[in-house]
């Protein structure tokens, strides 16, 4: 029996057409979203983006944290060698010597410069791989015979690889009372040499890094720059 549109009053579907049994019946789609298992698109995209912002977040804070501790972390204790009297550094000259006795180092050389009223203690140590440099008294320079790296007579680069200038000892004069005499302090790793005289005695401290500007940082392993964005990707340094 026909309704008044033409339905068929029994299943509600246009008169005279087929309502039995179909070869394929319309599938019946099923919603995922309360099974916790089942990765949608959304969950995947989502999971990426966290871990992208966790990589990030990373990438910011390990050279920040790493900076703020590492002093605490490669700075070793203050500890003095002797490494003898005055006399034995003239001035206007640049000594070699071995040093013994360093906590870190058993066999350290040192260019001691006595010049301009002032001393350094520089390290023999390349600033690029580590071979040791040798000093130059005819240009009062340093050249390393690895890879050609150039250093002029503080240490600094001049040419070659060498990512900063060589690495340098903190010096002090002290009396035969073992009381400093002449200088202020072993800042930056210099002395003034106004008050010594031939028979106090130098001696050698802990090793520090500096830039081209003989600025000082916390002692850096070879082949680490101590600025520029290259230095953020040693935290630890
Ligand atoms: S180790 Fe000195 S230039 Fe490479």
Not at 108 to 117: E, T, W
């Amino acid at each position: 029996m026909a309704d008044s549109q033409g339905n068929d009053a029994q299943n509600g579907q246009p008169k005279g057409q087929y309502s039995g049994p179909r070869a394929i019946d319309p599938v019946e789609e099923h919603s995922h979203d309360d099974d916790p298992d089942f990765i949608t698109r959304t969950r995947f995209l989502s999971g990426v983006a966290v871990a992208g912002g966790v990589v990030l977040t990373a990438a910011i804070l390990v050279p920040i944290v790493g900076f703020a501790v590492s002093d605490s972390v490669k700075n070793p204790p203050d500890h003095w060698v002797d490494i003898g009297p005055m006399s034995n550094f003239p001035d206007g000259q640049t000594t070699s010597i071995a040093v013994s006795g360093l906590s870190q180092w058993s066999d350290a050389r040192a260019f001691v410069r006595n010049k301009g009223g002032q001393l350094i203690a520089i390290w023999n140590r390349c600033a690029h791989l580590g071979c040791p440099v040798e000093y130059f008294r005819g240009g009062d320079n340093y050249v390393c015979p690895c890879h050609g790296g150039a250093y002029d007579s503080l240490g600094l680069v001049v040419g070659g690889p060498p990512p900063r200038p060589l690495d340098r000892f903190n010096v002090k004069v002290v009396n035969t009372t073992g009381q400093p005499v002449g200088g202020v302090g072993s800042v930056h790793g210099s002395w003034s040499t106004a008050a010594v005289g031939p028979t106090d005695h130098l001696l050698i401290g802990s090793a520090f890094s500096i830039n081209q500007n003989q600025q000082p940082y916390s002692l850096h392993d070879p082949g680490e720059p101590v600025t520029g964005t290259l230095s953020n990707l040693y935290p630890f340094s």
